[in-house]
């Protein structure tokens, strides 16, 4: 690849450049926010050791950079296919997940001009920096750049740095819990929860899930013994954390990512994984073990249980269910049958969620994206999600481990998504390994 990009170094046009750019450039070009995002959660633990606040780095520094790269690589790669003269249905129809992400960003455009170019819509609230153009970045910087790169040595590199971070996190707030050191603990009088590097207990929950799913799959499918059983051990450390934080909607989004992990491997291989099924044993054993000092799973089962029967047989206390979230859920539906075509805004739902609970965001990231901007919005949401599963369905044959195990953090985020709200430090997994799990690897160094 030096030797072409020389080449281009010395093009006469830009037309004659982009001829003589690599496909292999765009990926590596593709692949560098990503990077960023995942080595960022290192950065921010050395900052939280060493001055304990790591939170603006990320969400200030970073996030001009990853609007830049995410721009430059799509430029780069809508030229490539320019000057290559692929037609653009062929483009669309490589990738249709992202025709659905700009058929949603293209109405959330429409939304923010009906509703107005809010303080919201054009820099977030305060404590989350959510503008529009983050989120336009989740589908640029995030899915598209992750899409496309199908090189399997980039994408070995992101995951296992993912992995290897996850491990070095995790062990980090291990330390802090055993030695009592609370570097990565949240104090309240009534309990202690961990929220890591993140400004909420939940948020970290998000990691913890797509940490240990990945590792989870990698366990299952990877053949060298070292990095099989690193993984093992980054799933039981992560496990603990994650019982240790009490974050049940989380919880069962890992069980479920497991069930996934279960059901994709039966399917590929026409047979049970002996590896899948043992970790979805150490998931049930660590969790009995851990209720035995502190019982807060089979109560959390039991809590929802009652929480099922509140809901349906429309009881009074049915406004606890879900941790509170209940009530969110109904204003949230409220508001959109309100207005359904192009929502209430960024943010535009807050005041009226703060009337039901001292809470402003819904804590469920598909009724947000539909209260925000719309059902058709909502629907071009749920079809990019569900197009990267039916085309891994259709290519199934053709799926890495990598494949395989983006894939499955991916369901499990999905999953998580039903319970919680969406931040830029942990929304980014969603979009990264959904990308990663559409772009089937080859195994070439360069694609030309």
């Not at 030096?2 to 004659?16: G, I, P, Q, Y």
């Not at 309990?191 to 940490?211: C, E, M, Q, W």
Request: aromatic share 16%; charged share 15%.
């Amino acid at each position: 690849m030096k030797e072409k990009l020389k080449a281009v170094m010395k093009a006469k046009t830009l037309r004659e450049a982009l001829e003589l750019l690599p496909w292999s450039f765009i990926e590596v070009m593709a692949a560098i926010p990503i990077a960023m995002f995942i080595i960022s959660v290192l950065i921010d633990t050395i900052m939280m050791i060493v001055i304990a606040y790591p939170y603006l780095f990320l969400l200030n520094d970073m996030w001009i950079s990853f609007y830049i790269l995410g721009g430059l690589s799509i430029l780069l790669y809508i030229g490539k296919c320019h000057v290559e003269k692929i037609k653009f249905r062929d483009v669309i129809k490589q990738n249709i997940p992202m025709t659905f992400f700009i058929g949603m960003a293209v109405l959330i455009l429409i939304s923010t001009m009906i509703n107005g170019w809010t303080e919201y819509a054009i820099y977030g609230h305060p404590s989350r920096y959510e503008s529009i153009f983050v989120y336009f970045s989740y589908f640029i910087s995030f899915f598209f750049c992750s899409s496309i790169i199908k090189n399997e040595k980039i994408k070995k590199f992101l995951i296992y740095s993912f992995l290897a971070i996850s491990l070095i996190y995790g062990i980090c707030v291990g330390v802090s819990l055993i030695f009592d050191t609370y570097t990565f603990v949240m104090l309240r009088p009534e309990t202690t929860f961990i929220n890591g590097i993140y400004s909420n207990p939940n948020h970290y929950a998000f990691y913890l899930t797509v940490s240990i799913t990945c590792c989870s799959a990698f366990f299952a499918l990877e053949k060298k013994k070292i990095i099989k059983w690193l993984c093992f051990v980054s799933f039981v450390v992560n496990l603990i954390i994650l019982l240790k934080n009490d974050t049940f909607g989380c919880y069962l989004s890992t069980f479920g990512g497991l069930l996934f992990l279960l059901i994709v491997l039966v399917i590929i291989n026409k047979r049970i994984d002996k590896n899948t099924l043992f970790l979805i044993g150490a998931f049930i054993a660590v969790s009995f073990i851990f209720n035995l000092f502190e019982p807060t799973v089979i109560g959390n089962f039991l809590r929802f249980g009652a929480d099922i029967g509140s809901v349906f047989q429309d009881k009074e206390n049915a406004k606890y269910a879900g941790t509170g979230r209940w009530p969110l859920w109904k204003e949230t539906i409220k508001s959109i049958i309100e207005k359904p075509f192009f929502g209430h805004g960024t943010e535009g739902i807050r005041e009226r969620l703060l009337a039901v609970k001292p809470i402003d965001r819904t804590h469920n990231e598909y009724l947000q994206y539909t209260a925000f901007y719309g059902i058709p919005a909502g629907i071009c949401y749920l079809a990019a999600i569900m197009s990267v599963f039916i085309h891994g369905l259709k290519n199934k044959k053709k799926l890495s481990k990598y494949e395989i195990a983006a894939l499955a953090a991916a369901f499990a985020y999905c999953f998580s998504a039903f319970f919680g709200s969406s931040r830029t430090y942990t929304a980014p997994y969603l979009f990264i390994f959904l990308g990663l799990g559409f772009g089937i690897c080859n195994k070439q160094e360069e694609k030309e």
